[in-house]
């Protein structure tokens, strides 16, 4: 992780982890899936001195996405999903506020190809595919960190529900065997709620990606 911090804040009703991701030397901050409370995330990227330069979205559902227009107003900085997601932002229907009395909708100014990486200063973040969760769902990778970012794909000992509109859990499974599983087992993973762990770990406690059943 040399030369790139990270800080997490839990936001939002249902304890959402937002990521703060910032290159040391340039300063440049991105933003992954800002749950709510604009005003203590922009604090947050404050207190680090950084300079914030884009917001990633794992996924659209209400939980991850409260502060993004706030955040873009701001700070004048694009949002970024893949691009299956694209009509999951903009639907509260598809995205869950509405079904949890809260709905939401926003969007995305540029819409990302799974393989496609993009530069955070000096530290590549390659965009993998893992629908499941959503239709669009992804995960943001820094491979010269070790990093994997994903939103509700994977969890510490469990995987993300399927019960919402678009999920599909055949889909969430080949995502997590075919894309995640084959990361190297140091790959720490920062899921979009609950507590950090790696790929090796989830291999040895995770009945979803247990060796056994790969």
């Given at each position: 992780?040399?030369?790139?911090?990270?800080?997490?804040?839990?936001?939002?009703?249902?304890?959402?982890?937002?990521?703060?991701?910032?290159?040391?030397?340039?300063?440049?901050?991105?933003?992954?899936?800002?749950?709510?409370?604009?005003?203590?995330?922009a604090?947050?990227?404050?207190?680090m001195?950084?300079k914030?330069?884009m917001?990633?979205l794992?996924h659209?559902?209400?939980?991850?996405?409260?502060?993004?227009?706030?955040?873009?107003?701001?700070?004048?900085?694009?949002?970024?999903?893949?691009?299956?997601?694209?009509?999951?932002?903009?639907?509260p229907?598809?995205?869950?506020?509405?079904?949890?009395g809260?709905?939401?909708?926003?969007?995305?100014?540029?819409?990302?190809?799974?393989?496609?990486?993009?530069?955070?200063?000096?530290?590549?973040?390659?965009?993998?595919?893992?629908?499941?969760?959503t239709?669009?769902?992804?995960?943001?990778?820094?491979?010269?960190?070790?990093?994997?970012?994903?939103?509700?794909t994977?969890?510490?000992?469990?995987?993300?529900?399927?019960?919402?509109p678009t999920?599909?859990m055949?889909?969430?499974?080949?995502?997590i065997?075919?894309?995640?599983a084959?990361?190297?087992?140091?790959?720490g993973?920062?899921?979009?709620?609950?507590?950090?762990?790696?790929?090796?770990?989830?291999?040895?406690?995770?009945?979803?990606?247990?060796?056994?059943?790969?």
């Amino acid at each position: 992780m040399s030369g790139l911090r990270v800080e997490s804040m839990v936001l939002g009703l249902v304890e959402t982890n937002t990521y703060l991701l910032m290159d040391e030397e340039t300063g440049a901050l991105a933003v992954i899936d800002p749950a709510a409370r604009a005003e203590d995330i922009a604090r947050k990227a404050d207190e680090m001195n950084g300079k914030p330069c884009m917001i990633l979205l794992t996924h659209g559902h209400f939980d991850h996405i409260g502060a993004v227009d706030a955040l873009r107003r701001a700070w004048n900085v694009p949002c970024l999903c893949l691009d299956a997601e694209a009509s999951l932002l903009e639907d509260p229907g598809l995205n869950a506020s509405a079904l949890f009395g809260c709905p939401t909708k926003t969007s995305a100014d540029r819409l990302l190809k799974d393989g496609e990486e993009i530069l955070l200063g000096s530290h590549p973040v390659r965009v993998i595919a893992t629908p499941g969760h959503t239709v669009g769902g992804c995960c943001y990778y820094l491979p010269e960190d070790g990093l994997l970012f994903c939103g509700d794909t994977l969890f510490d000992g469990s995987v993300g529900r399927t019960d919402l509109p678009t999920g599909d859990m055949s889909a969430l499974m080949k995502s997590i065997r075919e894309r995640l599983a084959v990361l190297p087992d140091e790959t720490g993973v920062f899921p979009g709620h609950g507590d950090a762990t790696d790929i090796g770990e989830q291999k040895s406690v995770n009945p979803y990606l247990s060796m056994g059943d790969l």
